[in-house]
Structure formats: C-alpha cells, structure tokens
C-alpha cells in the first residue's frame, strides 16, 4: 500500500549544506529558518492560534538523503561512525521512508496578503526541505522527563575554543552589526556541535573544512578543541 503526500511548505534555512547541521533539532538555538506554507495551504486562518504555542513538531522529507535501498542497519555518529544499530533504533535520514520529525521554536507566524510563514529557530533542517504536517508541540503529552533513550542519553557537544582570522574579523566588521553577532553566536554552536563526520575526528591533526551558511563560506582549521576560522568570504560578490 502506498500513500502520496502533499507538502504544505517549504524550509528556508541557514543551512545551505549538510555539513554544520546539528544532529538533532535545539542543540544550535541560533539556527533559524523560515517555513514558507506554500499554496493551497497558506491561508491564515488555517493556523489561527498556532502563535499561542512556544514550539512546534515538524514532519519534513529527508529531501536530499533519498535512496532507492533501505539498510535495516546504520551506523550513527553518536556511535563513532563504526558501530551498527537497527535503522529503528536510530534518527538516521536514512530510512524505509524519508520522514524527518523535529521539535523546534516557533518565533512568529507571519500571515500578509502573500501568504503565510513561520519564523523558527533552534532547527535542524537543510534550506529547501519539504515539510508535509506541522503540530503544536504539548508539553504535558510530549516531554517525558523520566524516559531513557539508549545509546544516546545526553546531547553532544563540547565546549571549544574559537580564534577568527584577521580577513574573517575584517569580513564580519563590514557586516551589518546585529547580523554579525547572529553569525558569531551560530558559528560558536556549530563548532561546539563539531559539525565533522565521526570519520574525520579520529586521530586528524589539523585539517581544513569549508561549510556554507546562508550565502557565505566559512574556512577554519581543527587542533584538538581549538577552532581556527581562517576564512570567511561571500559566495558570489553580493550586487552593489
Ligand atoms: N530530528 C530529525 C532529524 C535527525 S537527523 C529526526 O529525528 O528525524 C538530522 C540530520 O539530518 C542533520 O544533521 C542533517 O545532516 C540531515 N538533514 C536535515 N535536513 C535534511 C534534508 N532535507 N535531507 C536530508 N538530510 C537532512
């Protein structure tokens, strides 16, 4: 048996890559997203009092992980990369079917003659993911304090330590200041989820990555916990 499904919307992120996404939804607070309700499902009084709730769950499709082959084992970083557990026992994009399920902030619900968009942060979602349902989050049928979870009890993360070069200072400075603090406090996130692949942490000395936030790249070199960021340039020259 098999279902079609309609997404009512479209998530426009920070994230313009894979790589510097959290594993899971509010580990980066900073990272924001706008949910665009694409017709015929943007009007507003289909969310009529949605503003009322601080979070929402989102259902999406792992747009960009689609396979033609399901695994009934993967092997998640949490683990290191190099253990296996069932497809079931994991948040893996890589799944039977692609559906995504995060929990995440809701700032506003923007409704204009244009339609209908929710402001979101603390996500964990590729720019471009299509969102199939949206439900307001219930804390006292959602969160259950006293609930175990497995291989994966505390959240990842480390503290780090962060140098910016002096091109990456120069680049920030020309920045509008009140975007330029956004960038740095998601930057400090990303780097304190270590967005590298569990292959890539073990035993690499310094190593340079590249990611792409919003329409800029970020360079930076890893040694041990202190993270250099070398480079921070426009994708294209912005028009004048
Ligand atoms: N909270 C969700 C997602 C967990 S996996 C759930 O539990 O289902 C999170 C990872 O999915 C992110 O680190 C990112 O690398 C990946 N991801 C996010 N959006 C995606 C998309 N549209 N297509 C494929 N992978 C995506």
Request: net charge neutral; glycine share 6%; hydrophobic share 40%.
């Amino acid at each position: 048996m098999k279902y079609e499904f309609t997404p009512i919307g479209i998530i426009h992120s920070c994230f313009k890559e894979k790589f510097g996404i959290p594993r899971q939804p509010g580990l980066i607070p900073e990272a924001v997203a706008t949910l665009e309700i694409v017709p015929p499902f943007n009007r507003p009084e289909a969310f009529k009092a949605l503003e009322g709730y601080s979070h929402i769950w989102i259902n999406f499709v792992f747009h960009a992980a689609v396979r033609e082959q399901w695994k009934p084992m993967v092997r998640p970083p949490r683990l290191g990369g190099n253990q296996r557990v069932g497809v079931f026992a994991s948040r893996s994009p890589f799944r039977p079917n692609p559906i995504g399920l995060s929990v995440v902030r809701l700032n506003e619900v923007k409704c204009n003659d244009k339609g209908v968009e929710l402001r979101l942060s603390g996500i964990d979602l590729l720019d471009g993911t299509p969102v199939l349902d949206i439900k307001p989050y219930l804390p006292y049928a959602d969160a259950i304090p006293d609930a175990h979870s497995g291989y994966a009890p505390d959240p990842p993360g480390q503290s780090i330590a962060l140098s910016y070069s002096s091109q990456a200072e120069a680049w920030l400075e020309n920045v509008a200041a009140k975007q330029a603090d956004h960038i740095r406090r998601l930057l400090r996130q990303v780097f304190e989820n270590d967005p590298r692949p569990a292959y890539l942490k073990a035993g690499c000395a310094e190593r340079k990555f590249g990611m792409t936030l919003y329409d800029f790249n970020v360079s930076w070199t890893v040694e041990n916990n202190q993270v250099n960021i070398t480079e921070i340039k426009y994708l294209s020259v912005p028009e004048d």
